[in-house]
């Protein structure tokens, strides 16, 4: 059985991110890049279905340019068996991210399809719903816990109201939340090893799937900042200040 | 061209991110339909009927669509596409785990999480957890999209004078099976909502502790909220988290006590009125964004808090 999980290279999240002057985009030169977040907690849980005996291969995908291998490398290191990276040098839109996905499955052939379930740069939360929708898998966003019975899962969803349980067959599709899982470090001799692994790399246009953008980037600009305010001296000033100069209590 | 609206409710109430989806749907166009699906929600499409400026509601009502799986809405939605312009629901769980499963369908990449409207094609969304902004443009020929509801003004609960539609669905078989929820309950107001929030973070350092902010909310009528490290060290549960990641929340005042404000839980809080945080350390980074703030211990300071309350409302009384 074989698990694929989708990751994507971004910029990393301690970096504080900056807004070109241009107004074309963020700041991507000389800027650390890695794998996004929540892809870890996938990569992290599609591992752990492995070594539990529930799968035999675990096969990572990333669909950007040359240097997304390197996001692909760490997952092999964390103990992926093989990468395939979809290159290409243009900005692709989750919608062709997804369709791009799904091809590559339909020829794999997995069982179970792992993504994050945010990329924090765009933040579109789109990709893992859309792969569900088009290969007509069952899909389970935001999991916190994954729960494999033969070829059922129980998975629970962190929604805004607290928790949901849901029960789906395979193949299917999930998207992780960060509370999945703690994954782990790739150690030395791992990330040795990870160089031997193969990376499979497709043109983008061998697939023949679209993938003009359909959503035009007018402008990209800073957020308002925020005026810094006062340091209140203690609690009685602070209760005072709420009270009677900001009246919002 | 019309506007379809996904509400979002529990089959008896309507869920507050339904007005503000209807209200920022009649910033795009005045012909609006809300669709409805559930299962015993007679009532509950009668009142969306009746919110202010909606046109109609469409009311698929089943037993079947008692919970809110994507795999059964989204056909539905889908079916009803080429009668509308625009698709437009929630940014939040209900709206994010359906939307995009539409929009593939129809071929249409989806906005989300827009914060404004320009025009019927023109939109601006926050990227990297709302450290940039961006100002898009769908070239799709239907829109779909989802809305942040703080952004938008709740839409009045009456006023329109629609009707009700009921249509009908086909079964589909490859949907999960709901198992079930479990959902915090409090007699508080709910944390999108809440004139007033104070949360939580590491610095708490147990889920006991909880109970001195709990004291405050119910003096304040406050929500309590919390940041990630708070949920994941187990001091709460996942629905109290404000953040990137969590929910939104824009209040006339919100409290971060014991938070150090890391981007990812600015990016949920820092459109508040007005922000106070309470911190020991003088360096932390919410208070670059705090319009008060507190040096302090938050065990000292959180039961002098709860006292200069109390002086307060005697005084009042
Ligand atoms: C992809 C991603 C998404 C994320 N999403 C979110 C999100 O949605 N929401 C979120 O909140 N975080 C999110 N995070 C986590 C975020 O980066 C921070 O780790 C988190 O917000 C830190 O929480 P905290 O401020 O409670 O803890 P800390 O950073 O540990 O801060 C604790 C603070 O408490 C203060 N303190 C300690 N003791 C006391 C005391 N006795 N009195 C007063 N002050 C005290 C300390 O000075 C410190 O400033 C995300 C991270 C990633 C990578
Ligand atoms: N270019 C990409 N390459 C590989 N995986 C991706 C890519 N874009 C998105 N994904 C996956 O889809 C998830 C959700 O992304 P998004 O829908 O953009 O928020 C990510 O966490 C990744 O797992």
Redesign the interface.
């Known amino acids: 059985m074989k698990i694929i999980v989708a990751v994507k290279r971004v910029?990393d999240?301690n970096v504080?991110?900056r807004?070109k002057a241009d107004g074309t985009g963020?700041e991507k030169e000389n800027v650390k890049m890695s794998m996004n977040p929540?892809d870890e907690n996938a990569v992290e849980e599609a591992l752990r279905i492995k070594e539990a005996g529930n799968a035999n291969e675990v096969i990572i995908i990333s669909i950007g340019d040359e240097k997304s291998q390197e996001t692909i490398r760490t997952a092999l290191a964390m103990g992926a068996d093989k990468g395939i990276l979809v290159k290409t040098d243009k900005e692709v839109?989750?919608?062709a991210v997804?369709k791009i996905i799904s091809k590559v499955a339909e020829k794999e052939k997995p069982e179970i399809i792992l993504l994050g379930?945010?990329a924090?740069?765009?933040?579109?939360?789109?990709?893992a719903?859309?792969v569900?929708?088009?290969l007509?898998?069952?899909?389970?966003?935001?999991a916190?816990k994954i729960e494999l019975k033969d070829n059922e899962a129980?998975?629970t969803?962190?929604?805004?109201?607290?928790?949901?349980?849901?029960?789906?067959s395979k193949p299917?599709v999930a998207s992780c939340?960060?509370?999945l899982n703690e994954p782990r470090y790739a150690s030395l001799p791992n990330i040795m090893k990870a160089k031997k692994k193969p990376i499979e790399i497709i043109e983008v246009g061998d697939l023949n799937i679209d993938i003009e953008?359909?959503?035009?980037?007018?402008?990209?600009?800073?957020?308002p900042v925020?005026q810094?305010?006062?340091?209140?001296s203690?609690?009685?000033e602070?209760?005072n200040?709420?009270?009677n100069e900001?009246k919002?209590? | 061209m019309s506007i379809l609206v996904l509400a979002e409710h529990n089959n008896k109430e309507i869920k507050s991110s339904t007005l503000n989806s209807i209200s920022a749907a009649t910033q795009i166009d005045s012909n609006i339909d809300v669709l409805v699906i559930g299962s015993n929600c007679d009532d509950l499409a009668n009142k969306i009927s009746n919110i202010d400026k909606v046109n109609k509601a469409l009311l698929l009502d089943m037993p079947e669509y008692e919970n809110p799986i994507a795999e059964l809405y989204e056909p539905v939605i889908t079916s009803l596409s080429q009668n509308y312009s625009h698709i437009l629901g929630p940014a939040s769980t209900f709206g994010k785990n359906i939307f995009p499963r539409v929009a593939v369908k129809l071929d249409v990449s989806q906005v989300s999480d827009v914060i404004k409207i320009i025009d019927k094609e023109t939109f601006v969304r926050p990227i990297y957890a709302g450290n940039a902004i961006a100002t898009v443009k769908s070239r799709d020929k239907i829109k779909i999209i989802t809305i942040r509801p703080t952004s938008f003004d709740p839409a009045a609960k009456d006023g329109g004078s629609g009707n009700v539609e009921k249509i009908t669905a086909e079964k589909i078989n490859t949907a999960p099976e709901f198992i079930g929820r479990e959902e915090s309950s409090s007699d508080r107001p709910e944390l999108g909502t809440a004139r007033v929030v104070i949360s939580g973070g590491r610095g708490l350092q147990s889920a006991d502790n909880f109970k001195l902010l709990n004291e405050i909310a119910d003096k304040l009528n406050a929500a309590v909220g919390a940041s990630r490290a708070a949920v994941d060290a187990g001091y709460v549960s996942n629905d109290y988290q404000v953040g990137q990641t969590g929910k939104v929340v824009v209040p006339d005042l919100y409290i971060a006590v014991g938070i150090s404000g890391a981007i990812q839980h600015l990016a949920g809080m820092k459109e508040s009125k007005i922000i106070v945080a309470i911190n020991k350390d003088d360096e932390a980074p919410i208070f670059n964004v705090a319009d008060y703030g507190l040096k302090a211990d938050l065990f000292e300071a959180l039961p002098e808090f709860s006292k200069e309350l109390d002086k307060l409302n005697t005084i009042q009384k």
Request: glycine letters at 2%; aromatic letters at 4%.
């Open positions: 910029i999240y504080q991110v807004v963020v929540p839109e989750p919608l997804s379930k945010q924090i740069d765009d933040d579109s939360n789109q990709t719903q859309m569900s929708a088009i007509n898998w069952p899909q389970a966003t935001f916190s129980i998975v969803r962190e929604i805004d109201e607290g928790l949901e349980t849901i029960k789906l299917f939340d960060l509370r953008p359909r959503i035009e980037q007018i402008k990209v600009e800073e957020p925020r810094k305010g006062v340091m209140v203690d609690v009685a602070l209760v200040k709420l009270k900001a919002v209590i």
